[in-house]
């Protein structure tokens, strides 16, 4: 594909890297940051609309498909599909100026014929999407593998399982936990004062707010640690932990360093705790340490970030950097198929399969096991996942306490957390404590 320009449009950008995603289907984030914007809100509109084309991307594609008898050129395939979920953001009266856009940039980039083409093709995609709903199935309506949709179905029944299918096509809230809220007041009341409005909603829950100006009004409080950009569902698993000044504790596959946050801000100001973040090596701890230094220096908990793989960690470890390896509490944030983020996670859906959810429990019963050891005895441990499906969360549990290693603990509550139930993203949570 020809190397896009600096000077081209989000619209342009996005089309690029939907070319690009169809030719080699990677992570959809690690597309976006090789890409080069010229602002954050230039990055923010290419985002919705790539994001946009990927969680719609079967839906997308099965429209065009009826109306194109031959593939097109990857290029102009790409243009057509960002002009299509376009179309399926846009009021009816906005779509015909939402085709006459497209039809322009496909011109100055393609041929006059291909032009011609993509004009014809899209005057008639609003009568393919009002039949597509009437006739397609759950799963190309809401745009989801089948075996996903039949999955969900199985599981939470046919109604439940569209509002969870329909939940994962909306873009999620811009949402910020605040950790200063002096400062958060502060730039509130600045705002205000200079007539730009808000910067930011109140929420639900208390301590997190969401977006309600431009984001890069937010950056510096941002880039300060005085809000820390993350899904409401994210303090569950601390929160269970039930951590208390002065104690140790252990964070186990601690990237990106979310929850890390919530439990040295939970240990409090006196110095007194310890917090351990274990990562592997890589670019995720490197993100760790980053968003770690958001710590105020010298107030807080002693917090040490460890390079280990979790199922290779010994005593032996601790001891080297002169650390205890027992702890009163420990959180398992475990890897898992990500079936609660997909809203977050466009492609994910298009990479996931059947088999890994089985080859994510297999790593979930020895990440659990790893955890348990590094237990005091009387001490708490969260496990949890960013997974809805039972396999993950209950079906783990009940495997680890019947064996060897679980017998030393009980079981205190477990609880899988629904989207489109609670409006935030999907978790599992499960408390154990050692006898």
């Known amino acids: 594909m020809t190397r896009t320009k600096s000077t081209a449009s989000p619209w342009q950008k996005a089309a690029d890297l939907c070319e690009l995603y169809t030719a080699n289907p990677t992570k959809s984030d690690t597309l976006l940051s090789d890409m080069t914007f010229q602002s954050s809100v230039e990055r923010r509109r290419c985002q919705f609309l790539f994001y946009g084309v990927l969680r719609h991307r079967r839906r997308i594609q099965t429209l065009l498909s009826g109306l194109i008898s031959r593939p097109p050129k990857p290029r102009l395939q790409a243009m057509l599909e960002v002009a299509v979920f376009e179309m399926l953001e846009s009021e009816p009266a906005r779509q015909p100026k939402v085709v006459d856009f497209a039809v322009g940039n496909i011109r100055r980039a393609m041929s006059k014929g291909?032009?011609?083409?993509?004009?014809?093709?899209?005057?008639?995609?609003?009568?393919?999407?009002?039949?597509?709903?009437?006739?397609?199935?759950?799963?190309?309506?809401?745009?989801?593998?089948?075996?996903?949709?039949?999955?969900?179905?199985?599981?939470?029944?046919?109604?439940?399982?569209?509002?969870?299918?329909?939940?994962?096509?909306?873009?999620?809230?811009?949402?910020?936990?605040?950790?200063?809220?002096?400062a958060v007041e502060?730039?509130?009341?600045?705002?205000?004062?200079?007539?730009?409005?808000?910067?930011?909603?109140?929420?639900?829950?208390?301590?997190?707010v969401t977006l309600a100006g431009n984001f890069h009004r937010a950056e510096p409080l941002l880039k300060a640690g005085a809000i820390y950009a993350q899904d409401p569902s994210t303090r569950l698993a601390p929160a269970a932990l039930e951590v208390q000044p002065g104690q140790h504790v252990l964070?186990?596959?601690?990237?990106?360093?979310?929850?890390?946050?919530?439990?040295?801000?939970?240990?409090?100001?006196?110095?007194?705790?310890?917090?351990?973040?274990?990562e592997l090596p890589g670019p995720r701890l490197e993100?760790?340490?980053?968003?770690?230094?958001?710590?105020?220096?010298?107030?807080?908990?002693?917090?040490?970030?460890?390079?280990?793989?979790?199922?290779?960690?010994?005593?032996?470890?601790?001891?080297?950097?002169?650390?205890?390896?027992?702890?009163?509490?420990?959180?398992?944030?475990?890897?898992?198929?990500?079936?609660?983020?997909?809203?977050?996670?466009?492609?994910?859906?298009?990479?996931?399969?059947?088999?890994?959810?089985?080859?994510?429990?297999?790593?979930?019963?020895?990440?659990?096991c790893a955890a348990a050891a590094r237990l005091k005895p009387g001490?708490?441990?969260?496990?949890?996942?960013?997974?809805?499906?039972?396999?993950?969360?209950a079906d783990v549990l009940e495997a680890f306490l019947a064996s060897e290693e679980g017998q030393r603990l009980k079981l205190v509550s477990q609880q899988i957390f629904l989207p489109w139930e609670t409006s935030h993203d999907g978790a599992g949570v499960a408390v154990l404590e050692a006898r």
């Open 114 to 182: 291909e032009a011609g083409l993509a004009n014809a093709v899209l005057r008639k995609i609003p009568a393919e999407i009002e039949k597509l709903e009437q006739t397609g199935s759950a799963a190309v309506r809401t745009s989801h593998p089948d075996w996903l949709a039949d999955r969900w179905t199985a599981q939470f029944g046919p109604e439940a399982a569209e509002k969870l299918m329909r939940w994962n096509l909306k873009p999620a809230e811009v949402t910020f936990r605040v950790r200063d809220t002096a």
């Open 379 to 393: 001490g708490r441990l969260v496990y949890s996942t960013c997974s809805i499906e039972p396999e993950e969360n």
């Open 251 to 278: 964070d186990l596959c601690a990237a990106p360093g979310g929850k890390t946050l919530m439990l040295a801000d939970a240990l409090g100001l006196d110095n007194k705790g310890l917090l351990v973040a274990v």
């Open 186 to 208: 502060l730039a509130q009341a600045e705002s205000s004062a200079a007539g730009e409005g808000m910067l930011f909603d109140d929420t639900r829950w208390p301590g997190f």
């Open 287 to 368: 993100q760790l340490d980053e968003n770690l230094r958001k710590l105020n220096d010298g107030d807080g908990p002693d917090v040490r970030l460890m390079a280990e793989d979790v199922l290779a960690l010994t005593s032996e470890h601790f001891a080297q950097e002169g650390l205890p390896d027992k702890f009163d509490a420990v959180l398992l944030d475990a890897p898992c198929s990500n079936t609660g983020v997909l809203r977050r996670r466009p492609d994910a859906k298009w990479r996931l399969g059947e088999e890994d959810i089985a080859e994510s429990v297999g790593l979930q019963r020895m990440l659990l």
